[in-house]
């Protein structure tokens, strides 16, 4: 099989791998805050392997997470092409940075993508932008912890897959 | 090698090999894009019309996941021994005497209340009107909660703003449709508005969703309406969008706000029950 195809398609499966996992259901609260694991997969294929992600994966996943969650479409392509931009800008800065540092920024941008989701773009609320409560932000919070703790351990899962796998 | 694939240093004039991240002008037509979808689909709600068809695509990887959940089930339900499901049995039998005996009183209740005119339409106890859907999947998003129904029956007719029952009442309404897969907006979601009217002061409101797990709200109702704490909330019918006579919700907050031009009522909606695998779908 051609190389390129090959590393495609194993970034690919390894993507909807993820999406199968995030799809598992528990209780609602445990489902609130579980870490958004396709998220995770998808910003370390951007960072490890910038020259194999393109803006194509963003719009494809995009539109699938925007059905899987029922949020208005195009949500999910916009925060897709962010993490992708963000990640293959600043790659190199994020690569030497200590885990304790790359949870930090984790944890910030999963914050920023939670806030985003609940920005009321169907105007249900005329008084306000956002849906989001204290509740929500509590749980937010909660989410971007998660995240951030998870993605360590994530990272390397990812790292031995990509060294058995995926030739460069 | 091309033009473009690298930079120079400028100190010692050596290529610098570095992966070219994603340009800022495909980064820019990306965003205006994804805004440009964002703004048609908000404006004209083009992806309800392809939600339900993307849900029958999808149905295989749902079904998928839930694979593990089915054979850890199987797999404890192996484990309960012979005896204790023969207890069970028998339990059940006991419970499924006393069950017919209510169900006989509740058939004769009802023939009385029919008798009396009250509130009972026709269509309430017509089977055909019901469509049985299995839960497929809970989106866990709190402020978008969407339920996506499996309806396998080839001669259904399933239409957008269809009703949806759980056992104890309106859960919400369809708002996509696919081949067999139906998208349902829940009560409690911030769009959603149901026309009600309650148990015992007989006024109408009407009642708006704020999220999973959170409570409801009777929006616009005047200060000197007499709503009363612990009541129950019915489906009025208004609108024709839902059946009248089922349960919504119940009031469990009733306040006064100085600074408020309305009542603030607060409502508890009906359970969402986790482990229930089927909904009806009102047809009619």
């Known amino acids: 099989m051609n190389k390129d195809l090959k590393s495609y398609s194993l970034i690919t499966i390894s993507l909807i791998f993820f999406i199968l996992l995030d799809l598992v259901s528990f209780s609602q609260t445990a489902d609130q805050i579980k870490p958004a694991l396709f998220l995770l997969s998808f910003t370390y294929w951007n960072i490890a392997l910038p ?56 944890f910030l941008i999963f914050l920023v993508i939670r806030f985003l989701i609940a920005v009321d773009l169907n105007d249900s609320n005329p008084n306000s932008l956002t849906l989001a409560d204290k509740e929500y932000v509590l749980i937010s919070l909660a989410f971007a912890v998660l995240n951030a703790l998870i993605w360590s351990p994530l990272m390397y899962v990812h790292r031995i897959y990509r060294r058995k796998w995926i030739k460069t | 090698m091309s033009r473009g694939d690298h930079k120079v240093s400028k100190i010692t004039s050596e290529a610098i090999f570095a992966v070219r991240p994603i340009t800022s002008t495909s980064f820019l037509i990306s965003l205006v894009l994804c805004l440009s979808l964002l703004l048609v689909d908000i404006k ?71 008798e009396l005119n009250l ?48 056992k104890e009442g309106i859960i919400g309404k369809v708002i996509s449709v696919g081949l067999r897969s139906v998208e349902v907006m829940l009560s409690q979601d911030p769009r959603s508005l149901i026309p009600v009217i309650s148990s015992e002061s007989r006024l109408h409101a009407i009642l708006k969703g704020h999220g999973l797990e959170r409570k409801g709200q009777l929006i616009n109702v005047k200060k000197t309406a007499a709503f009363k704490k612990g009541e129950e909330l019915y489906s009025s019918g208004l609108g024709k969008v839902f059946p009248p006579n089922y349960l919504v919700g119940r009031v469990i907050h009733v306040e006064d706000e100085p600074d408020n031009e309305f009542l603030n009522i607060e409502v508890e909606f009906l359970k969402l029950p986790e482990e229930q695998e089927y909904f009806l779908v009102f047809t009619k």
């Open chain 1, 51 to 106: 020259e194999r992600m393109n803006l194509f994966y963003a719009f494809i996943f995009g539109f699938l997470m925007d059905f899987i969650q029922g949020t208005v479409l195009g949500l999910y392509p916009l925060i897709l092409v962010f993490i992708a931009y963000l990640s293959q800008r600043y790659f190199y800065q994020f690569r030497p940075l200590k885990f304790i540092q790359q949870a930090l920024v984790i």
């Open chain 2, 44 to 114: 004209y709600k083009v992806s309800d019309e392809i939600r339900g068809y993307a849900h029958d695509v999808l149905l295989p990887l749902y079904k998928t996941v839930q694979v593990p959940g089915k054979f850890i089930n199987k797999a404890s339900d192996i484990w309960q021994t012979n005896q204790e499901l023969r207890k069970k049995i028998t339990s059940y039998e006991e419970d499924n005497e006393i069950l017919q005996l209510i169900n006989s009183q509740l058939k004769d209740l009802t023939r009385r209340n029919q």
């Open chain 2, 119 to 166: 509130v009972w339409e026709s269509v309430q106890i017509d089977k055909e009107a019901y469509l049985l859907g299995q839960k497929i999947k809970l989106s866990s998003n709190p402020i978008n909660p969407v339920l996506i129904l499996d309806v396998n029956d080839p001669n259904s007719v399933l239409l957008v703003n269809q009703p949806v029952l759980s």
